[in-house]
């Protein structure tokens, strides 16, 4: 059988959650990762996936940015047998909405708990605490971890409890209550209250925070917490034990009906040109040179007290870190190899990038000593943080998987060892 | 080599605009242990080319205590020999967790330059908006252009431009124990300097046991009544100069450490804000740092007060230039009159023994005796210890201080850490070969 093809949302709108999915399946061992902007989902890169992942963000901009043929497309994706996973801004995006641009995203019936026509009185962190939705907020009682249940709808014979954290997602109802798969169960001793405990227990506590909401052949999956933090193993769990009961079935009767594309190091190469030598190794320095002054700006920028709110999301320097963290830690592994694969143009976008990012830090950080408006540079920084991610991870999956490196043995030595 | 060490070693041709890495192999390391003794190996092999090499003891940035420092091993303008320098601090850990254990520069370049070196990459740098500035404005300027404050940097001053022997390369806005005119090789090479930082991981082999041990040897060095003093005064005090504690109480600010080192050696030194202030200063300029006991001794000799001998601690960091060789060939007695004598300073200073090791260290035991007695057997174990400190990493003036940092216990660390039997055979035979 081979793995799932899971396309992986990286646009416009998203925060850094969409690298937790991608530690997580490379964890796992599904390798056949492919990282898509809204271009690609308008363009109906999609249709040949198995899974689609809408993470965390800002529901508004990711909506925005898929606009209505990105909504068709996921729509068609689904009813023709795909499986999409919306965590966070992921889960809230299908939801049924009269606001725009969230009404052409109109697919499934779940009512959000957290929603208020009234403003809860914030006790901590006003600024993460609630969001304007239309005349109404979104707002969120609780941050961190959360504890939860499944249902007898996810397996009748026992219940499973977890924790995971709750960073904005959020409380469902659904239509049809048999397609609620946990609920939250409760607080743990590490979840923070921006609200009451009572106006907390009141909006999660026995509504949906796992909810399977089938379409014709395929199915959303929408987890209100961050099921896919590195930190909360049994929670990752649930999400690969998702893939794989999902993308068994599905593969079994589409792969028939649609020939979907599988992964195979020959397509790998047909489509992409290999890289070795002088050139393989200037790439690799080049990476590491300009990852290597980000980082050290961005830990100098971790000292100062900032914040910028971008759209609806409160972005600090930490979540730079996380990008270049989860470049940072791979490299390694990459430089290990002898022949790179990569798209043409690929090389060119990932140091074009790079080198952009050092020069938007260290003006950034210019700007915050010098107390001068950052926000505009914020926002520059985390779109060049998606382009090179994305390039990065396009370049680092193609390699690692293609065969030539035996790479591939390692990471399957790697699922073996995860199931 | 897998352990205490970035297995790398960086050679700059500056000549050819190149730089390019070698592997640190164990073999080298069994043979030569480390610090100066694979610098001095790496000198000899590039000695055609001029060299200066920046290299890191086997134990530096590590949980074994005082394992603070760096060296510089080069051909000294003041002796005309290879002599070695401590790089103290912070600076010497940083080296190693910027991502090599040495670094060979050799040839000279073109025009200015400065090396930057990250997380194991080298980059030759134009220093063109640095070159001509002085040490403090330069490390300013690379600390806002990298975005970070933390960077640390080896760098000269005017005095290194222009050619004066007494040039020091100084480490960040400091004056270093350079008393070998380092300073104006790097001016020769058009090398203004090098910048550091780095966020790497030092692996080691049995890692429990090293910590573990670490902290049992730091347990037994905690046991001395001497670590209730601070500073650089009381150092004075214990070497027989009574006044000088007195002397500096009044603008002594604060007191700081080395990495990872018991003795807070630096002292702090408020010239133009309160001393008292529990704040971080506003002053752009509050004072200076002092690591030198023995160009503050000598300012004070010439009978400057105080604030005049900080203040022309000062000046010499900036400019870059040895303090004690200003304080001892100026002839000058007023501020201004040292100030305006750095492009003239001649003459000679008084390198002791066999001339490898600086005299910024005091020559002899500090605090404890370490049961010795006569001048040559004084010398002779400071020479050895001196070795020692910059073969292991440690920090040379607290190895003065400190009779619980054996070289036994340092083989034991070194050996738990690499995995390699690393034994007082071998360490003998790499001090002979140092000490020639």
New interface residues.
């Given amino acids: 059988m081979n793995d799932p093809k899971i396309g992986i949302y990286a646009g416009s709108g998203t925060s850094h959650s969409w690298l937790w999915f991608v530690d997580l399946f490379e964890k796992a061992g599904f390798h056949d990762l492919v990282f898509l902007d809204e271009f690609l989902v308008q363009n109906n890169e999609i249709k040949d996936l198995d899974v689609l992942v809408v993470s965390g963000g800002d529901t508004f901009a990711v909506a925005h940015s898929l606009g209505r043929q990105g909504g068709r497309n996921i729509k068609s994706f689904v009813e023709q047998g795909g499986v999409y996973i919306g965590s966070c801004a992921g889960a809230y995006l299908p939801m049924k909405s009269s606001q725009k641009p969230l009404d052409q995203f109109n697919f499934v019936d779940v009512k959000i708990t957290n929603l208020s026509k009234l403003f809860p009185g914030a006790e901590i962190q006003t600024c993460k605490s609630c969001a304007a939705y239309g005349y109404d907020f979104v707002f969120h009682p609780v941050r961190e971890a959360v504890s939860l249940k499944t249902t007898s709808f996810f397996d009748k014979d026992k219940s499973i409890e977890f924790s995971a954290p709750l960073y904005g997602g959020p409380g469902m109802k659904a239509k049809d209550p048999s397609w609620v798969l946990a609920v939250y169960e409760g607080f743990t001793p590490k979840t923070t209250f921006l609200t009451s405990l009572k106006i907390a227990q009141k909006t999660l506590v026995s509504n949906g925070a796992v909810i399977k909401v089938p379409l014709k052949q395929g199915c959303f999956y929408l987890l209100g917490p961050h099921l896919e933090h590195p930190k909360f193993k049994q929670a990752n769990q649930f999400i690969i034990d998702a893939v794989n009961r999902e993308t068994g079935t599905a593969r079994d009767d589409v792969d028939s009906k649609n020939k979907k594309t599988g992964f195979s190091p020959q397509d790998l190469k047909d489509r992409k040109e290999q890289v070795s030598g002088k050139k393989a190794k200037e790439l690799l320095l080049s990476i590491r040179r300009e990852l290597s002054n980000s980082r050290i700006v961005t830990g100098s920028l971790e000292f100062l007290p900032v914040q910028w709110l971008i759209g609806q999301k409160v972005y600090e320097p930490q979540k730079v870190r996380v990008y270049l963290e989860s470049m940072w830690k791979r490299l390694r592994a990459l430089e290990k190899n002898k022949v790179l694969i990569l798209e043409p143009g690929l090389s060119d976008r990932i140091t074009t990038a790079a080198g952009q990012i050092t020069i938007e830090l260290r003006r950034i950080k210019q700007q915050i000593d010098g107390n001068l408006d950052s926000l505009k540079t914020a926002v520059i920084i985390f779109d060049l943080l998606h382009i090179l991610s994305i390039s990065f991870f396009d370049l680092y999956f193609a390699t690692m998987s293609s065969g030539l490196n035996h790479s591939l043995k390692r990471l399957n030595h790697k699922r073996n060892k995860f199931r | 080599m897998e352990y205490l060490s970035t297995d790398k070693i960086l050679v700059i041709d500056l000549n050819a605009a190149q730089v390019e890495e070698e592997e640190l192999l164990e073999s080298l390391v069994e043979e030569k242990i480390g610090g100066i003794g694979i610098a001095k190996y790496l000198y000899e092999k590039y000695e055609n080319d001029d060299p200066i090499v920046i290299g890191t003891g086997l134990l530096t940035g590590t949980t074994y205590p005082a394992s603070a420092a760096g060296g510089i091993t080069a051909k000294s303008p003041v002796t005309g020999s290879v002599c070695h320098c401590p790089v103290i601090y912070k600076l010497g850990v940083e080296i190693k967790y910027s991502g090599f254990d040495y670094i060979v520069v050799k040839g000279r370049s073109d025009s200015p330059v400065y090396l930057w070196i990250?997380?194991?990459?080298a980059?030759i740098s134009d220093a063109s908006d640095v070159w001509g500035k002085d040490v403090w404005e330069s490390t300013d300027e690379l600390r806002?252009?990298?975005?970070?404050?933390?960077?640390q940097t080896m760098l000269i001053g005017p005095a290194g431009e222009n050619g004066s022997d007494y040039a020091q390369v100084c480490y960040n806005h400091w004056s270093s124990p350079d008393r070998f005119g380092f300073g104006k090789l790097f001016g020769a090479k058009n090398l203004k300097g090098l910048a550091f930082?780095g966020?790497g991981l030092i692996e080691v082999a049995e890692p429990e046991d090293y910590v573990e041990r670490s902290l049992e040897i730091l347990k037994q060095v905690k046991e001395n009544s001497f670590l209730e003093k601070k500073g650089l005064g009381q150092i004075l005090t214990a070497l027989g100069e009574e006044g000088v504690s007195d002397w500096i109480d009044p603008v002594t600010h604060r007191h700081s450490a080395d990495y990872f080192t018991p003795y807070a050696s630096n002292t702090a030194l408020f010239l133009d804000e309160d001393p008292g202030l529990l704040e971080e200063s506003k002053k752009e300029e509050p004072g200076v740092l002092v690591s030198d006991i023995y160009a503050l001794l000598g300012f004070k000799n010439v009978g400057l007060s105080v604030k005049d001998a900080g203040h022309a601690l000062k000046a010499c960091a900036k400019y870059g230039i040895d303090p004690f060789a200003v304080a001892q060939l100026s002839g000058k007695t007023t501020l201004e009159e040292i100030k305006d004598s750095f492009d003239s300073i001649n003459g000679e200073i008084t390198i002791p023994g066999s001339g490898l090791f600086t005299p910024w260290c005091p020559t002899g035991p500090i605090f404890n005796d370490f049961n010795l007695s006569g001048k040559d057997e004084i010398m002779a174990w400071w020479e050895r210890r001196q070795a020692v400190s910059m073969i292991f990493g440690i920090q040379p003036m607290f190895s003065l201080m400190c009779p619980e940092l054996t070289e036994e216990n340092m083989l034991e660390l070194a050996s738990l850490g690499t995995d390699l039997e690393l034994t007082q055979e071998i360490l003998d035979a790499v001090i002979d070969d140092i000490l020639g």
């Fill in positions: 990250h997380d194991g990459v980059d806002k252009f990298v975005g970070d404050d933390l960077l930082r966020m």
